[in-house]
């Protein structure tokens, strides 16, 4: 690359940079480290190409003046923890945005397919979920029990298995990502479309109010959790095959660690999913209103944290900045 094209390829962001350094108390750690990572990858390819140019000596001061500003501003331990929660994720969700987006789609399409084919096949939710979960829900619905599958294991036995289960559900939508994308989209598909077979295999038998109740009661926040997931895995993907200016490795990488800030960034929701699961979700006398209250907060919560408030710090930050 000619370094002319170089420069203008990449003045804007570096312009960008620069306020970032004159700027830095308006800039979280996280957001001082991509910055730092962005000039020193350009500076690398700087003193590659162009030993000797003025540019190189420009990108190096930079460099420097960004590595001064990162650690100066480096937070204590403790107080990285509070903001790591408060500020990192909700910025990663932000610049997430379009993946989240995108694995809500792919979700809500699959959903739909289970609903539809279930309607249309009274075999395909035994083909999808399977003939011993299918014949044991029946024996519960004939029992006046539709909801007893959350009865089998004791309450703590049932929180520690479901958190386990979650998490390794969560990181496996992630890592396909590594299969450009498709893998992610494959695991958000199938899970989809299992929900909604068993939702309507559950109204085709009578009891889909109450089982309505029972899974989403958990499941707003367990489903949800994976939807983001399924974000994670398309940052990671979109790294790999949409690398953009930069290099597919560092593309590939920025993505990779945006993924699993968003999967690390969940463990609190699956916890709260699997509490729910494992001591609420079997008490199916306990009284709608309360049952309704819990799903309307957890969505509530979810749409908060994950959709609001990126966009709310974003539109904030870009206010104080300019």
């Known amino acids: 690359m000619k370094e002319v094209s170089f420069i203008r390829q990449n003045i804007d962001k570096w312009k960008s940079l620069e306020k970032i350094v004159d700027r830095a108390a ?7 480290a991509d910055a730092y990572t962005d000039i020193t990858t350009d500076l690398s390819f700087s003193r590659s190409h162009y030993p000797e140019s003025r540019i190189t000596i420009y990108l190096n001061n930079l460099a420097s003046a960004l590595h001064n500003q990162l650690y ?41 397919i289970g609903i539809i ?22 024996r519960n619905i004939e029992n006046g029990t539709p909801m007893a599958v959350y009865n089998t294991d004791s309450e703590l036995t049932m929180f520690l298995q479901l958190i386990f289960n979650n998490i390794r559900v969560s990181f496996i939508v992630f890592v396909f990502g590594i299969f450009t994308g498709f893998g992610t ?3 958000l598909f199938r899970n989809g479309v299992m929900i909604g077979a068993i939702q309507t295999f559950f109204f085709q038998h009578g009891v889909g109010f ?4 029972a899974i989403w009661l958990h499941g707003t926040l ?6 983001i997931a399924g974000a994670a895995g398309l940052a990671l993907g979109n790294g790999w095959l949409f690398p953009g200016t930069y290099s597919r490795r560092y593309a590939f990488l920025q993505g990779a660690k945006r993924g699993l800030k968003i999967i690390v960034g969940l463990v609190p929701v699956f916890l709260a999913a699997g509490f729910i699961e ?4 079997r008490h199916t006398e306990f009284p ?13 919560f979810v749409i908060f944290y994950y959709i609001v408030l990126p966009q709310f710090r974003h539109d904030g930050i870009h206010k104080t900045k300019n």
């Open 117 to 138: 084919s279930a309607i249309n096949d009274d075999s395909f939710a035994r083909l999808i979920i399977g003939n011993a979960y299918i014949d044991m829900t029946l």
């Open 26 to 32: 308006l800039h979280n750690p996280g957001e001082l």
């Open 288 to 300: 709608t209103s309360i049952r309704l209250s819990v799903i309307l907060l957890s969505l509530a």
């Open 72 to 112: 100066k501003n480096k937070k204590e331990k403790y107080s990285r923890i509070i903001t790591f929660w408060t500020e990192e994720i909700p910025d990663v969700m932000y610049s997430s945005r379009k993946e989240l987006l995108y694995s809500f789609i792919i979700f809500i399409i699959s959903v739909t």
């Open 278 to 281: 494992g001591f609420m979700t």
């Open 210 to 213: 109450e089982s309505m109740l």
């Open 185 to 187: 989209g494959f695991v």
């Open 222 to 227: 367990e489903i949800s959790a994976i939807v």
